[in-house]
Nanobody, 121 residues
Framework: QVQLVESGGGLVQAGGSLRLSCVAS????????MGWYRQGPGKQRELVAA???????NYADSVKGRFTISRDNAKNTVYLQMNSLKPEDTAVYYC???????????????WGQGTQVTVSS
């Protein structure tokens, strides 16, 4: 079994910063790409940022220049540094990982439980 556990969400004023973390634990052999998605009230889940095992990153246009994704492969952890937060960034943020299980060496897609980020104006 594999678990993705997010932390770091909360309430912040517009212009503030938050740092999200997501740790993958359990039967993890290796992790391919990892990413952060978000789902705002009444909206569909959307990609915020993603990072490959080699460190190549991809961002949604709405967060470019404000958010930074990074990962620590030794700790099976991905981070999302969010600066200059706006009220429209308010959403539940989900961690996603495409990883290889050490149980059967098959590739699986896992999601975290989500962490709430609320930005007040």
């Amino acid at each position: 079994q594999v678990q993705l556990v997010e932390s770091g969400g909360g309430l912040v004023q517009a212009g503030g910063s938050l740092r999200l973390s997501c740790v993958a634990s359990g039967s993890v052999f290796s992790i391919n790409h990892m990413g952060w998605y978000r789902q705002g009230p009444g909206k569909q889940r959307e990609l915020v940022a993603a990072i490959t095992s080699g460190g190549v990153t991809n961002y949604a246009d709405s967060v470019k220049g404000r958010f930074t994704i990074s990962r620590d492969n030794a700790k099976n952890t991905v981070y999302l540094q969010m600066n200059s937060l706006k009220p429209e960034d308010t959403a539940v943020y989900y961690c996603n990982a495409d990883l290889i299980s050490d149980y059967d060496l098959s590739t699986y897609d896992y999601w975290g439980q989500g962490t709430q980020v609320t930005v007040s104006s």
